[in-house]
């Protein structure tokens, strides 16, 4: 019989970067990539980076944090104004294609017109080729649940086979008892809830987090053996949210618990 302990795993996070600007107000794409680095993810879900725009130095920020690792890269703008993009990013130590990208629905709240996006890549893995979708809900409910609809929509989630390994995960400003939640819960399963004894995992803000609003969905075809918010000093420091980093081996030989 395998051992649990000698099956292939797989590290995931979701992390946003709030434009690589940290708590002390200042920018460092560098600062974020040391904090990847300190996770030992494999692939992890950026959300809130720059690329060509003024306030960041016109700065590249996904390319440098991927050259920094190692690793490859895939920005999707969610804005445009000339030059200058903001979006979301996967960054991945395996390599990966792109699937799909495309912009979400809902009309956002007057207080933040910010389009949403969401981005599929396919990566080739220890565990095979593995789905994965990175995205950033938006502030207004009505939004969000529309955005929630979508990614678990047949063009979406529900074209992708039960066998197939696929991963959601971002920060979908959504907490548990949120509509947009239960409508992806009810097609995946939120690896918090796997936890024994329940936690809630917060991750925003650093300074003192309250809120659990960056989630790790999965479907049957994984097996989510460890999950944990990367609280250290420097991540405390380099933005606003916490990485979640969850753990996963394939769940065609795993059964069992989520363990901490």
Request: charged share 20%; proline share 5%; hydrophobic share 40%.
């Amino acid at each position: 019989m395998t051992s649990e302990f000698t099956l292939p795993r797989l590290r995931v996070a979701t992390y946003n970067v709030r434009g690589c600007v940290g708590m002390d107000r200042q920018r460092s794409e560098s600062r974020i990539a040391e904090v990847i680095a300190s996770m030992s993810a494999d692939i992890v879900g950026l959300q809130e980076l720059d690329l060509g725009r003024s306030r960041s130095s016109h700065a590249d920020q996904t390319a440098l944090i991927a050259a920094q690792l190692g690793w490859k890269y895939h920005f999707h703008p969610a804005m445009r104004r000339g030059d200058e993009q903001y979006g979301n990013a996967i960054v991945s130590r395996f390599p990966i294609a792109l699937k799909r990208a495309d912009e979400m629905p809902g009309v956002a709240p007057w207080y933040c017109r910010e389009k949403r996006i969401a981005i599929w890549m396919q990566a080739d893995t220890h565990l095979g080729r593995v789905h994965i979708i990175n995205s950033h809900f938006g502030l207004g409910r009505n939004e969000r649940r529309l955005q929630a609809e979508l990614l678990v929509g047949p063009t979406w989630l529900g074209s992708i086979a039960p066998d197939e390994p696929a991963i959601l995960l971002g920060d979908f400003n959504s907490v548990r008892s949120s509509r947009a939640h239960r409508l992806i819960a009810g097609q995946l399963r939120d690896v918090r809830t796997l936890v024994l004894p329940a936690r809630a995992f917060r991750t925003f803000p650093t300074r003192l987090p309250s809120v659990a609003v960056d989630h790790i969905f999965v479907n049957a075809a994984l097996h989510p053996t460890k999950l944990s918010v990367h609280r250290t000093p420097l991540a405390r420091l380099a933005s606003d949210h916490f990485p979640l980093v969850c753990e996963l081996t394939s769940n065609d030989v795993s059964r069992g618990r989520l363990s901490v």
